[in-house]
């Protein structure tokens, strides 16, 4: 078994790079004033080197392979199989956690500051109350890996690393390609409300502001394009479409850009919700790849946007891009990456081919995102429990 996935460590280390260095990206043309584009950029922790995030640079390269190898060598092993055995059992467990992720990197940096509670002190928001992060799920099965890890190497294993691994896990159990995780993250000491609230980025961005918050973040065109392709897994739930379908920007109308037989179609599944409010609205891009509403969970799939006219395979493919290509995004912000020159040319190379050149594109950019302003060495600390810091 061990060799077994050490024989994907160097497939993804070493196959993957050198096949990418042979091509240009598709949709893509040369661009010598391109800095940040695939083509030039290593397949490793280097990849955030020289992108600074919010003026600070902790660019993982601190990080290690196996870094638990003495401490703790069965670390990874238990949470890939609690990850499976949640999976087996529970399904949509691999858009959840993703989506925990994204939310815990994109604000300061994968450190898991998500996953604290405010014990309790109301004159402490943490980001668990921001909006954004109110339809969150999957803590519970982060928590649930947390203590096994605990019971093998108590104070050893970090909560940012133990997410770090299960979201990949995960994506690689539906379907996902596999893409190795660098192991030595610290866990924040403090969690960021503000942050939270204000940057995540909202399913009624227009095109310029999703481009904006990405590249903040050190991220392209390119690579912004393929993490939204996350989309593809689970369930858009009703809250995060329905102004779009009944009050689009306060007009008390659907949006115009909205295929009539689409908007039929949405329809049905969502129902008009007069009480749907502006800040119930406020959530994340990448709030959606999950079952998210309460009770029934009304929502749509990407895979349910397809026309039946257009064969899509059930896994980690390309029918998100496929849908964007026909007018039938389900989210404002994903079919706004058909409203500018370069992204919606993305978004035609990855709906033109087999998922290959997606799949290796996602796999490369959440190895960087994975590596996104960690805390590493003396800063933050190991938490004993995820949703407590160890030290106040």
Same mark, same amino acid.
């Not at 893509?28 to 083509?39: A, H, M, P, W």
């Not at 805390?375 to 995820?386: A, D, K, W, Y």
């Given at each position: 078994?061990?060799?077994?996935?050490?024989?994907?460590?160097?497939?993804?280390?070493?196959?993957?790079?050198?096949?990418?260095?042979?091509?240009?990206?598709?949709?893509?043309?040369?661009?010598?004033?391109?800095?940040?584009?695939?083509?030039?950029?290593?397949?490793?922790?280097?990849?955030?080197?020289?992108?600074?995030?919010?003026?600070?640079?902790?660019?993982?390269?601190?990080?290690?392979?196996?870094?638990?190898?003495?401490?703790?060598?069965?670390?990874?092993?238990?949470?890939?199989?609690?990850?499976?055995?949640?999976?087996?059992?529970?399904?949509?467990?691999?858009?959840?956690?993703? =989506?925990?992720?994204?939310?815990?990197? /994109?604000?300061?940096?994968? *450190?898991?500051?998500?996953?604290? %509670? &405010? #014990?309790?002190? +109301?004159?402490?928001?943490?980001?668990?109350?921001?909006?954004?992060?109110?339809?969150?799920?999957?803590?519970?099965?982060?928590?649930?890996?947390?203590?096994?890890?605990?019971?093998?190497?108590?104070?050893?294993?970090?909560?940012?690393?133990?997410?770090?691994?299960?979201?990949?896990?995960?994506?690689?159990?539906?379907?996902?390609?596999?893409?190795?995780?660098?192991?030595?993250? =610290?866990?924040?000491?403090?969690?960021? /409300?503000?942050?939270?609230? *204000?940057?995540?980025?909202?399913? %009624? &961005? #227009?095109?310029? +502001?999703?481009?904006?918050?990405?590249?903040?973040?050190?991220?392209?065109?390119?690579?912004?394009?393929?993490?939204?392709?996350?989309?593809?897994?689970?369930?858009?739930?009703?809250?995060?479409?329905?102004?779009?379908?009944?009050?689009?920007?306060?007009?008390?109308?659907?949006?115009?850009?909205?295929?009539?037989?689409?908007?039929?179609?949405?329809?049905?599944?969502?129902?008009?919700?007069?009480?749907?409010?502006?800040?119930?609205?406020?959530?994340?891009?990448?709030?959606?790849?999950?079952?998210?509403?309460?009770?029934?969970?009304?929502?749509?799939?990407?895979?349910?946007?397809?026309?039946?006219?257009?064969?899509?395979?059930?896994?980690?493919?390309?029918?998100?891009?496929?849908?964007?290509?026909?007018?039938?995004?389900?989210?404002?912000?994903?079919?706004?990456?058909?409203?500018?020159?370069?992204?919606?040319?993305?978004?035609?190379?990855?709906?033109?081919?087999?998922?290959?050149?997606?799949?290796?594109?996602?796999?490369?950019?959440?190895?960087?995102?994975?590596?996104?302003?960690?805390?590493?060495?003396?800063?933050?600390?190991?938490?004993?429990?995820?949703?407590?810091?160890?030290?106040?």
């Amino acid at each position: 078994m061990r060799s077994c996935f050490n024989a994907w460590i160097v497939v993804a280390l070493v196959v993957v790079p050198v096949l990418l260095s042979l091509r240009n990206p598709r949709g893509e043309t040369e661009n010598t004033e391109t800095t940040t584009s695939f083509s030039d950029s290593s397949f490793s922790v280097k990849l955030a080197n020289t992108l600074p995030f919010n003026q600070r640079i902790r660019d993982g390269s601190n990080l290690e392979y196996d870094f638990y190898r003495d401490s703790c060598p069965q670390a990874e092993d238990i949470v890939r199989s609690a990850v499976t055995r949640i999976y087996f059992d529970q399904r949509d467990v691999s858009p959840a956690l993703l =989506r925990l992720f994204f939310h815990d990197c /994109f604000i300061q940096g994968c *450190d898991a500051s998500l996953l604290l %509670d &405010d #014990n309790g002190d +109301r004159n402490r928001s943490v980001e668990k109350q921001a909006v954004p992060n109110q339809t969150l799920k999957g803590f519970d099965k982060i928590d649930l890996i947390k203590e096994e890890v605990e019971q093998a190497c108590p104070g050893v294993v970090s909560c940012a690393d133990i997410l770090a691994l299960a979201a990949r896990d995960s994506i690689l159990l539906a379907g996902g390609p596999f893409y190795p995780v660098l192991t030595g993250r =610290r866990d924040s000491q403090q969690s960021f /409300f503000k942050e939270a609230t *204000d940057q995540i980025p909202r399913p %009624d &961005d #227009n095109i310029r +502001r999703t481009l904006h918050l990405f590249n903040l973040r050190g991220f392209n065109e390119r690579e912004t394009v393929s993490l939204l392709g996350a989309h593809n897994i689970g369930k858009i739930g009703c809250d995060f479409i329905q102004q779009r379908l009944y009050n689009f920007q306060g007009t008390g109308q659907p949006d115009p850009s909205i295929p009539p037989d689409f908007l039929r179609q949405m329809r049905l599944n969502c129902q008009d919700n007069k009480n749907v409010s502006s800040d119930e609205f406020s959530t994340s891009v990448i709030s959606e790849p999950e079952s998210v509403v309460v009770h029934s969970d009304p929502g749509m799939s990407y895979m349910q946007a397809l026309s039946s006219s257009v064969s899509s395979g059930a896994g980690f493919d390309t029918h998100y891009y496929q849908s964007l290509l026909r007018g039938r995004g389900l989210l404002f912000a994903d079919q706004q990456l058909m409203a500018e020159e370069k992204t919606a040319r993305l978004v035609s190379a990855y709906a033109s081919d087999d998922g290959s050149t997606f799949r290796m594109d996602f796999a490369r950019v959440m190895l960087k995102m994975s590596n996104l302003d960690v805390l590493t060495g003396p800063q933050g600390e190991v938490r004993l429990n995820c949703s407590q810091p160890t030290s106040s």
